[in-house]
Nanobody, 120 residues
C-alpha cells in the first residue's frame, strides 16, 4: 500500500527528496512518518505528520535539516532532506499510523524502503 521512492547517492551537504505514495482511500485518516535503518543499527524514527498536515514532529538528529510534508489530494508524503550528513546514510521507510495523530508506536502500514547513501 505504500511505495517509497527518491533514494540515491548524494554528497555530504547535498539534498535529496523522498516521496511515498499510498494506495488507500483513507489517506488523510492516518498520520504518516518516515523511519530509517542504518547498517547494523535498529530502525529509528525520523519525522511524522498528522493526518491533516497540521503538525509535524522530528527527531533531534534531523530537526532543522529535514522537512516532512503531505498532499492528501495526491496521497503522498514527502521528506525533503537538506544538509545531508554521512550519518544520514540508511534505508528510509515511510509508514502509516493507525490514527490521525502519531500517538504511540502504532504504525500499521510500511513501505518497502529506499536507500539513501551520503558520501564525503
Amino acid at each position: 500500500q505504500l511505495q517509497a521512492s527518491g533514494g540515491g547517492k548524494v554528497q555530504a551537504g547535498g539534498s535529496l527528496r523522498l516521496s511515498c505514495v499510498a494506495s488507500t482511500r483513507t489517506f488523510s485518516s492516518h498520520a504518516m512518518a518516515w523511519f530509517r535503518q542504518a547498517p547494523g543499527k535498529e530502525r529509528e524514527f525520523v519525522a511524522a505528520i498528522k493526518g491533516n498536515g497540521g503538525s509535524t514532529y522530528y527527531s533531534d538528529s534531523v530537526k532543522g535539516r529535514f522537512t516532512i510534508s503531505r498532499d492528501n489530494a495526491k496521497n503522498t508524503v514527502d521528506l525533503q532532506m537538506n544538509s545531508l550528513k554521512l550519518e544520514d546514510t540508511a534505508v528510509y521507510y515511510c509508514a502509516g499510523h493507525r490514527l490521525r495523530s502519531p500517538l504511540g508506536n502504532e504504525y500499521i502500514y510500511w513501505g518497502q524502503g529506499t536507500l539513501v547513501t551520503v558520501s564525503s
